[in-house]
């Protein structure tokens, strides 16, 4: 029997403020059901890559440039005056294409089960691979990788770098099934139910036992039932794409394409940058402090209960213009890490939280013992077109036992609180 959402004798799911209502006698028709139709998407296949330049770094911190030619389990190949020299895979640290690559924002946007994301201009899954169309090629993935899909509106494309931003940070804190998600980012409603297939024009779901084709028009995203997060592993090699992150144990490349774990097929020119020591890096976010001094502008709400943890450092999702997940410092705090064995890197990007709305900037000290490694002045200006997300930094901590983070107000400024956007020690 078909089913319909309806605004009266609402039940809310899993005790969320998000409401879902399944009721028989179907006007579903006029707003979800659609006419499945013979409507696939039209893409370009995946077409070969011309010559890239690239840059190898070692794992003894020397450079090789010129053209990559392969990556494969021999090692990475790259073609310089005339001559090829192969880099064993244990002896490099990462491979980055340095042509010219412009910002890809697209429609969708994919989450994946390991915490990787990928963003394209749609997408298609008959039930075997998910095609995901992009400007450069088809990307073609598992479906048993996919965590969730979220479509961005119209009316978001500026104002919300990523899209579901609103529905994923409401999901209910225990599910059950498949979700489909209807209505808006505003007002935005879950269903419970068996996701089967996605074309062009509809999004194919199983509701007691009926399998319902729904408009894509009305759906504003999708999320799979899956594994906790913290239970998933992630691969140890970290892939970046021109509008995407993945991660993968083993990678593959030609000017024919890219190959992750044998199942996972990109174009070749998506490539931006592979690092094979991403299995080696640890997120300053899951380490605790050492020792933490926050005192606010008004010092005593500092001390209050349920306040301490709002002034005191803390990771943050993606969001406000970012598109990873990051830790805010308010000004005038202090915080002081013990650095794993062995550290040698520290990998982030500095903004503003606000990124480039922020009205007032802070002054931000990051020192290793006793030694200062940077000082800058963080306010809006450092989001700039080629660094929408801030100065990014890569700082040798070598050696050192203790890093310290200081951010603190400038003369004669309103203040604002800094966001280190992945802050990463590479070991």
């Known amino acids: 029997m078909p089913y319909e959402l309806s605004t009266p004798a609402r039940t809310p799911l899993h005790g969320m403020g998000c409401l879902v209502c399944f009721r028989p006698m179907s006007v579903i028709a006029s707003f979800l059901l659609a ?7 039209l893409a370009t296949l995946s077409r070969a890559a011309d010559d890239i330049p690239c840059r190898v770094e070692r794992a003894d911190g020397g450079l090789v440039s010129g053209r990559l030619v392969r990556i494969g389990a021999a090692g990475v190949v790259v073609e310089a005056a005339g001559s090829e020299t192969v880099i064993p895979l244990d002896g490099v640290r990462t491979v980055e294409s340095t042509a010219a690559q412009g910002v890809t924002e697209g429609i969708v946007r994919l989450s994946l089960v390991d915490g990787g994301w ?52 409401a999901l209910p804190d225990s599910i059950e099934s498949d979700l489909l998600i209807v209505g808006s980012d505003e007002a935005h409603e879950f269903v419970e139910c068996a996701i089967t297939s996605i074309t062009a024009q509809t ?68 490539l931006r940058r592979i690092d094979w020591a991403a299995g080696r890096t ?54 002081v890490w013990r650095l794993p064995p062995e550290s040698r890197r520290l990998r982030t990007t500095v903004a503003p939280a606000a990124g480039s709305r922020a009205s007032g900037g802070a002054l ?10 940077f000082r800058r002045q963080i306010d ?39 966001r280190l956007t992945s802050p990463m020690i590479e070991q």
């Open 203 to 270: 999004v194919s779901v199983v509701l007691d036992e009926e399998t319902i084709p729904v408009k894509r028009s009305k759906i504003i995203g999708l999320h799979w039932l899956r594994t906790a997060p913290e239970v998933t592993r992630s691969g140890a090699v970290a892939v970046d794409l021109a509008g995407g992150s993945l991660r993968a144990d083993v990678v593959e490349w030609s000017p024919q394409g890219m190959v992750l774990d044998g199942s996972v097929r990109l174009p070749a020119d998506a």
């Open 35 to 41: 006419t499945v139709q013979p409507c696939f998407l």
């Open 118 to 169: 990928l963003e394209g201009s749609d997408l298609s899954w008959d039930g075997t691979a998910v095609s995901v169309t992009r400007p450069d090629g088809i990307v073609e993935l598992p479906v048993e990788r996919l965590r969730s899909v979220a479509w961005r509106s119209g009316k978001a494309a500026g104002a919300q770098p990523v899209p579901g931003e609103a529905w994923l940070g």
């Open 364 to 373: 931000l000290v990051i020192a290793l013992d006793d030694r200062e490694l």
């Open 282 to 335: 640890v997120s300053l976010v899951s380490l605790a402090t050492e020792r933490l001094d926050v005192e606010p502008y008004f010092g005593a709400l500092g001390r209050l209960p349920g306040l301490t943890a709002y002034f005191s450092p803390r990771g943050v999702g993606p969001g406000e213009g970012f598109a990873a997940p990051g830790l805010v410092v308010r000004p005038r705090t202090v915080a």
């Open 380 to 418: 809006a200006r450092v989001c700039t077109p080629d660094f929408p997300e801030g100065v990014p930094l890569d700082l040798d901590v070598a050696g050192g036992r203790r890093l310290t983070i200081s951010v603190d107000f400038s003369a004669a400024d309103p203040g604002c609180p800094v």
